[in-house]
């Protein structure tokens, strides 16, 4: 069971570097090493893209960090992403499919510090612990999207209401009459 949930932003161009690569690998900047020290292996992940302001991917971290200074992902600033972390994709978007952030961020606990109008200012940065409802919130809109509109999350368990339904047969129609016998004529 994963301990933490995280929200990695990137650029549109560092997003598809690592969608390029199979979301098998993430870059991590310098400052955020603290951050980075708590990601361990089975620790989800959300991938956000800043300029979109689009949610795109999940993963699975498959590994704790580890120090590489290949030059994987563009340097916006001076530090650059010496820290990685292997993953294994979760649900990954397809283009079209992104979910606008101006419609699903404003429900998440992690924004409610801010003003309703002011919320893209809680995914400055880089790297953001979230609750996990917001976490599971945004997957959940993710795999309908990507799964389709039959998608029945998989720890669904339908409602006692549901069931007893069920082993009745369905619904009742609450005008409809018992069945009574109808008398029979001597022939």
Do not use: C
Request: net charge positive; hydrophobic share 35%; proline share 6%.
């Amino acid at each position: 069971m994963p301990s933490n949930f995280w929200m990695m932003i990137n650029n549109e161009e560092n997003f598809r570097i690592t969608q390029n690569r199979g979301f098998t690998l993430l870059g991590l900047k310098a400052q955020h090493r603290r951050k980075v020290q708590r990601i361990t292996e089975g620790d989800r992940i959300l991938l956000y893209i800043s300029h979109l302001r689009r949610f795109a991917a999940t993963a699975t971290a498959m590994s704790s960090f580890y120090e590489d200074e290949e030059p994987i992902w563009v340097n916006e600033g001076s530090t650059g992403f010496p820290y990685h972390i292997k993953l294994e994709p979760g649900v990954i978007l397809k283009d079209d499919q992104f979910i606008d952030a101006n419609i699903l961020a404003p429900r998440l606990e992690y924004v409610k510090r801010w003003n309703p109008e002011d919320w893209y200012m809680a995914f400055q940065g880089n790297l953001h612990l979230l609750p996990k409802n917001d976490f599971t919130l945004i997957e959940e809109e993710m795999k309908k999207l990507h799964f389709g509109k039959g998608y029945v999350p998989a720890d669904f368990t339908p409602s006692a209401n549901n069931q007893r339904r069920r082993r009745s047969g369905g619904r009742r129609n609450k005008n409809a009459q018992p069945d009574q016998a109808q008398p029979t004529q001597p022939a």
